[in-house]
Each structure stands twice: as C-alpha cells, then as structure tokens.
C-alpha cells in the first residue's frame, strides 16, 4: 500500500464520521482514507500535537478529549455534531497496550486498560447515539485486535480480555440497536504504528508473513464504515494476515 490515502472513489461524500484516537496510527489512517473518499470527519484524541497534525490533513473538526472523562465525551460529540451537521458513523480506534504477567499487573493498571479499551469505547458511542439514531443507515466500527479473537500471547491478558470484551459489546450494540445502526468490529493483528514500538513482532506467527501497515486496516474500516457492507453487522472481521486461523 503506496499511497498515503488512495481513496478516489467518494464512497463517504456526504458522510459524518467520529473517529476516537485519530491522532496516530489506525485511527489517523482512516481519518486519511475516510477524508479522501469525502466524508466530514470530528476527530478526538488526547494527543493535542497529533490531532494538529491530522486536522492539516484532513480538514477534520478536532477535541482534544481523554475518552476516560465520560463529561468531556459528551461535549465532544455535541459539538462535533454541530460541526458537522449530525453523526452516522463512528469509529472507535483510541486504545492502549498492556504488557505484563497476571502477577505483575496490579489492579489499577487492569482497571486502566479495560477504562481506555471498552469503557471509553461505550462512553463514545453511547454519546453519539442521539444523532446516529436520526439517521436511516448509520454505521459503528470498533477496533479490536486478534487478541478479541485468539488470545494465546502470554503476558497481555488485561488488553485481550478488554479486547475481547469489545467484540463482545459490539455484539451487543449489533443487536440492540438494529435495524437502523449496523456495528461491528475489526480485530487487527500486528500493525506498523507506535503503539508497537520496540514490541518484536514475529512475522512468521502471519500466514503473510510480514505485519500490517496502518492504511490495510483503514481500508477494512472503510468497508464496514460503508454501505458497501450494509448486511454485516455484529461482526468481528480478522485483518491479521491470517494469524488466528494460521
Ligand atoms: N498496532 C497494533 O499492532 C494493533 C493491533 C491490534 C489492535 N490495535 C488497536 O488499534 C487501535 C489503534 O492503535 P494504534 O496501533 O493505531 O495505536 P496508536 O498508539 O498509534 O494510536 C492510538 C491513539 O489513541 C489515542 N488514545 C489512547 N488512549 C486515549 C484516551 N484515553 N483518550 C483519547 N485518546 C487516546 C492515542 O493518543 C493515539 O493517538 C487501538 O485500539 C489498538 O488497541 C492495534
């Protein structure tokens, strides 16, 4: 994958999207992808340099916001929505990893990772339903990862177990709030971004032998994001080169 943001075809004109954790890898990936391919976009992030730097590219609308602090959520799905006219897609993409043993997580570390991870997840979507509601076929995208699917790394179980709880909320929404909001879940196996610095990836654990760039994954974001897959929902779609069936 070449290109930055090889998006030509305008599948999102007219489309107003959410994404959470925009400012850097996965998320500031799709924020690329979704602005080239016409979408309005309001981007939140904790990171005020990195939603700088993805609001120059994309024109999007931007909040600086912990998506821990449930108020300040709130408030940036409000006047994101003003911003953009109203909301029917969101892409929760803003996460965190956990590494260390059962014995050496402590609590508040497990706490921590399961706030950011799932909670954080809920309070975004939770926030954007008033106007997803409104709309005929709004769209719910969560990140999760193939630790959601197939947890058999040692030492991440506090980040599988919020992962795998977020296919399992996805699920969930999928069935609660059909037939207007589809919802469904990309779980990414190991991609090129910061969040992985240092992290020694095996290439040979993918049936592809290598890991993931960042626009890979937006592009299967922009698929379930789209009416391209307006008969998938509650789904929990492997980017991962083939390492949970491998
Ligand atoms: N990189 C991988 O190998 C990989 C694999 C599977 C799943 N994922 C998931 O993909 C998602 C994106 O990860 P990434 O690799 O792009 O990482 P990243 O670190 O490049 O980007 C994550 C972004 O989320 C933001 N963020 C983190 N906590 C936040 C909070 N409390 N409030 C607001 N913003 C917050 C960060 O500031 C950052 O901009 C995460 O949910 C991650 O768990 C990543």
Redesign the pocket.
Known sequence: MSEAHPGKTRRLAGRRILI????????RATAQLFAAEGAALAL????AD?LAQVAAETGGHVFQ????DDDAVASAAEQGAAAMGGIDGVVN?????LRGSVKDVDIAEWRRVID??LT?SYSVVRHCLPWLAKEASASIVN?????GLLPNIPNRTAYAAS?GGLVNLTRALAAELAPSIRVNSVC????N????AGVPGNPNAYALRRIAE?MEVAQAVLFMISTDSSYVTGAALAVDGGRSFH
């Not at 959470?20 to 998320?27: H, L």
């Open positions: 959470s954790g925009a400012a850097s890898g996965i998320g939140l992030d904790r990171n990195g916001v912990d998506i821990t993409a803003a996460g965190i990893a950011v991870n954080g990140i999760s990862s193939g630790q992962k990414p196996g190991l991609v971004t910061p969040l992985i960042p």
